[in-house]
């Protein structure tokens, strides 16, 4: 017999939207500035700064739009609804910040081969004020569920804004002081760096999950393991684990019970093994008898078996099985 289990899962797009919309607000609000000081100053690491920050602007309102979407409910084809849009919006934030950084690169070496004139004083101020505005909107971005690949990749957008502006108020600092143009070039190749490290970790844990792999840190072949050494389990195969979006894990399987055994009984231990150890509460299991004839004769993946000896069980549960 099959069974299904499903549960509903409210995305807090209302919470997480308040600190997204302040951070926006802030970003916007200081970039206007920048830039004006930027042009008044002759200062290219200050345009250059306020164009990463319009970039951050981007990404937030991509965020703020995927929140949007994801929330709607499930209708027509979409059955799960559109949660992945949080993942293409993740993945569109990690490829900006790897773009960046080539551009970043590319400047960085122009500089350091052609220093240009710059006032280091305004550079310095204006980079102060900068971080200051880019730690509130870092604390506003790191209140919202960080556990969202989506609202990650704002946050790793406007954390290395933080650092580039920390970069520039040093190479302010020195030009200033020292004259020494070419500190703008070396600030830029070192956030170029970092950034490069956030937006390879975005595009990695985003295309896991588009490819649907297993969650980080599951192991299907040590959770099939102890599926399989359940009471009244004879086997499990067709086992899948993946997830929907990020912090949504789902799992299928089929199950095959010893021919007294209780499918139901089987289906509510496994579900809740599931829910308790693994955090997984969306589970399709069938479960039938072993001795069913119409169950698949050709399993998909490995098959796990349990132990033929009598202590294979973990313990005893509301599966419990007498012979």
Request: aromatic share 6%; charged share 20%.
């Amino acid at each position: 017999m099959s069974a299904g289990h499903g549960h509903g899962h409210g995305v807090t797009a209302g919470g997480d939207r308040r600190p997204l919309a302040g951070a926006l607000a802030l970003i916007l609000a200081f970039m206007a500035g920048e830039v004006g000081v930027g042009l008044a100053a002759g200062s290219l690491a200050l345009l250059s700064d306020a164009a990463h920050m319009l970039t951050d602007a981007f990404a937030i309102v991509l965020a703020l739009v995927a929140m949007r979407i994801a929330a709607r409910p499930p209708r027509g084809g979409y059955t799960y609804g559109l949660r992945r849009a949080e993942i293409l919006s993740a993945q569109l934030n990690g490829l900006t910040l790897i773009l960046l950084a080539v551009y970043f690169v590319y400047e960085g070496v122009w500089r350091l081969v052609h220093p240009p004139g710059v006032d280091g004083l305004p550079v310095l101020i204006t980079s102060l004020v900068g971080i200051v505005v880019n730690v509130g909107a870092s604390w506003l971005i790191s209140r919202a569920n960080r556990t969202s690949l989506n609202v990650e990749g704002a946050f790793q957008h406007i954390l290395n804004d933080l650092y580039a502006f920390i970069a520039t108020a040093v190479a302010g600092l020195v030009v200033w002081r020292t004259g020494f143009a070419r500190a703008d070039a070396v600030a830029s190749l070192v956030v170029a760096a970092l950034m490069v490290k956030a937006g390879y970790g975005l595009l990695r844990d985003a295309g896991r999950v588009l490819m649907e792999a297993a969650p980080s840190g599951l192991d299907p072949a040590e959770l099939g393991e102890r599926l399989a050494a359940r009471p009244c389990v004879r086997e499990v195969h067709d086992l899948h684990v993946w997830e929907v979006s990020s912090g949504y894990p789902a799992l299928s399987a089929h199950v095959l019970v010893d021919a007294a055994g209780d499918c139901h009984g089987v289906r509510r231990d496994l579900q809740t093994l599931l829910r308790d150890d693994y955090g997984i509460t969306h589970t399709t299991l069938e479960v039938d008898h072993v001795d069913d004839e119409f169950h698949c004769e050709d399993p998909h993946g490995p098959r796990h078996v349990a132990e033929p000896d009598g202590d294979r069980h973990e313990h005893a549960g509301p599966a419990r099985c007498d012979h």
